[in-house]
């Protein structure tokens, strides 16, 4: 059994520039390679203008890791990897469209319905949801069709009502009542963050042949770093700038929105998140080395400036 003195001393010295320095390219790379230009021109413009517009491909990035910590190939994730991605940019499209946060910018760059406007930005999310889960289904070799099914039906959950809709929906109609309770805002934050992450993470698992005792602890883990990595967002949208950020700054107080500083202050909110870090760390304390890229990764969302 490791001890926490140990487990602090390996992760601190996995490399995880190193790592970021390998994997981000080739996530790039597998994106640009899933969504090729085509016919019709604009929607396909639409859909890679957002897909290859940067951001930290920290999705993707835990599903290769994930399927790795048990024991995969991350080869075999990739095509998850990449649907996670497209997911996640759908989501992000069309929470920028004026019917819902109304955003100009996203990832440094003009929001979608900016530049092709809202119809064709309607259009490249729903493009994108769409052929991720064909891309799912058609690119992932090497996997038995079980698994492939049952990852693909662990991530349409993530994605539905019980899902990201639900979590994005409820936050819709929370705005401007700052006053929600602890509860609300921890449903809408686990269902509008928390499940991609957790599918990002259990997908990359159930690919690798994962035991349901690992899935169960990754589950957790994965639980874990999504409230952090939201307690985080929230404390950026106070803290950071909008260059830092590549988005406008400031939102959440602007829109009324009940955060996790508001509730619990800035200094509390930080604690809050660097104690959900440390246990999904020691959650996977017994899947030894092979654990030390997501252990690393979920310091990275607590450490991260944007
Ligand atoms: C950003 O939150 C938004 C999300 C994380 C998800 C939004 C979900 C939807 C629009 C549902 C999409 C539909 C499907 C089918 C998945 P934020 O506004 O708090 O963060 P921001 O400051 O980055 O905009
Ligand atoms: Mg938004």
Known sequence: MTSNQDLISTIAAFDLKAYLADRQPKVEAALDAAIRPGYPDTIYAAMRYSLLAGGKRLRPILCLASCEAVGGNPDVAMPMACALEMIHTMSLI??????????????????????????????????????????????????????????????????????????????????????????????????????????????????????????????????????????????????????????????????????????WGLEESRHQADKLVAEAKTILAEFGDRARPLQALADYITDRKN
């Open 94 to 263: 069309h929470d920028d469209l004026p019917a819902m946060d109304n955003d100009d910018y996203r990832r440094g760059k003009l929001t979608n319905h900016k530049v092709y406007g809202e119809d064709i930005a309607i259009l490249a999310g729903d493009g994108l949801l769409a052929y991720a889960f064909e891309y799912i289904a058609t690119h992932t070799h090497g996997v038995s069709a079980d698994r492939v099914l049952r990852a693909i039906a662990h991530l349409a959950r993530a994605v539905g009502a019980d899902g990201l809709v639900g979590g994005q929906v409820v936050d819709l109609e929370s705005e401007g009542n700052a006053e929600i309770s602890i509860e609300t805002l921890m449903y809408i934050h686990n269902h509008k963050t928390g499940a991609l992450f957790k599918s990002s993470v259990v997908g990359g698992a159930i690919l690798a042949g994962a035991t349901e005792l690992e899935i169960e602890k990754l589950t957790k883990f994965a639980h874990n770093i999504g409230l952090a990595f939201q307690i985080i967002d929230d404390i950026l949208d106070i803290t950071a700038t909008q260059a830092e950020l590549g988005k406008t700054a400031g939102k959440d107080l602007q829109a009324q929105k009940a955060t996790y500083p508001k509730l």
